[in-house]
C-alpha cells in the first residue's frame, strides 16, 4: 500500500503562484510515476502534469504547460507542482497519483494510476 498527502493548497490572487506537495509513505520503495490532476465540482478530472521515476521526463498538459513545473526529491518522498502565473481557471482540488505499472514513463491518463491522494483546494481569485 501507498499513502499519498497533497499539501500546499489555498487562495491566491490571479498572476500569484503556489507550490504543491505530494509525499508518499508505505511501500515508498516500489518506483512509480507520479501525476498531478485537478478536478472542480460537475466536471471531469483534468489531467495537469506527470513525472517519471527518476525525474527526468516531466510531462504537461496544453493548459499548464509554461506555468507549471512538476518535480521530485525521492530521498524525501515528495513530488511537487510549482504553479506559477495563476488563473482564475486554476481553481479546483488538486490531486496526486502514483503509476506503478509503468514507473518510467509519465502519463497523462487518469487510468494508468493506482493510488490517489484526497486532494488539496486550490483557489484564484480575479
Known amino acids: 500500500q501507498v499513502q499519498l498527502a497533497e499539501s500546499g493548497g489555498g487562495l491566491v490572487l490571479a498572476g500569484g503562484s503556489l507550490r504543491l506537495s505530494c509525499t508518499a509513505s508505505?511501500?515508498?520503495?516500489?518506483?512509480?510515476?507520479v501525476g498531478w490532476f485537478r478536478q472542480t465540482p460537475g466536471k471531469e478530472r483534468q489531467s495537469v502534469a506527470s513525472?517519471?521515476?527518476?525525474?527526468?521526463?516531466?510531462l504537461y498538459s496544453d493548459s499548464v504547460k509554461g506555468r507549471f513545473t512538476v518535480s521530485r526529491d525521492n530521498a524525501k518522498n515528495t513530488i511537487y507542482l510549482q504553479m506559477n502565473a495563476l488563473k482564475p481557471e486554476d481553481t479546483a482540488v488538486y490531486y496526486c497519483?502514483?503509476?506503478?505499472?509503468?514507473?518510467?514513463?509519465?502519463?497523462?491518463?487518469?487510468?494508468?494510476?493506482?493510488?490517489w491522494g484526497q486532494g488539496t483546494q486550490v483557489t484564484v481569485s480575479p
Open positions: 497519483a502514483a503509476d506503478h505499472d509503468q514507473p518510467w514513463a509519465p502519463t497523462l491518463a487518469p487510468n494508468a494510476y493506482d493510488y
Open positions: 508505505g511501500r515508498t520503495y516500489q518506483p512509480s510515476a
Open positions: 513525472i517519471n521515476w527518476s525525474g527526468s521526463r516531466p
